[in-house]
Nanobody, 126 residues
Framework: QVQLVESGGGLVQPGGSLKLSCEVAGLTLRYYSIAWFRQAPGKEREGVSCTSSSDDSTRDADSVKGRFTISRDHAKSTVYLQMNSLKPEDPAVYYC???????????????????WGKGTPVTVSS
């Protein structure tokens, strides 16, 4: 079964860290770009970070640059999002997704993504 399964969300204090995981099943991870998105209540879903299949290059949204790091482990078929220095504006449901296209530059646009996980919630509160 082709699916993405997120885990690792939870409650963290401002300034704290969390590491999210996106397990990729039914696809060979090394062939595809994977992106993390987030959606807060009442807001549109936005791209956070992505990793390209071609050379493991990455892209980050300006709002998370220097704080979030995306990485992939092909042996575990898993993509990670290390989130540090979490801020009050970071809480959301975090999703991983892919457009199942082999590309040299990964996309942070929701358009074209055709496989999504169910999401994992992140709460930042003291």
């Amino acid at each position: 079964q082709v699916q993405l399964v997120e885990s690792g969300g939870g409650l963290v204090q401002p300034g704290g860290s969390l590491k999210l995981s996106c397990e990729v099943a039914g696809l060979t991870l090394r062939y595809y770009s994977i992106a993390w998105f987030r959606q807060a209540p009442g807001k549109e879903r936005e791209g956070v970070s992505c990793t390209s299949s071609s050379d493991d290059s990455t892209r980050d949204a300006d709002s998370v640059k220097g704080r979030f790091t995306i990485s992939r482990d092909h042996a575990k078929s898993t993509v990670y999002l290390q989130m540090n220095s979490l801020k009050p504006e970071d809480p959301a449901v975090y999703y991983c997704a892919t457009d199942r296209v082999v590309r040299t530059i990964c996309s942070l646009n929701t358009r074209g993504m055709n496989l999504w996980g169910k999401g994992t919630p992140v709460t930042v509160s003291s």
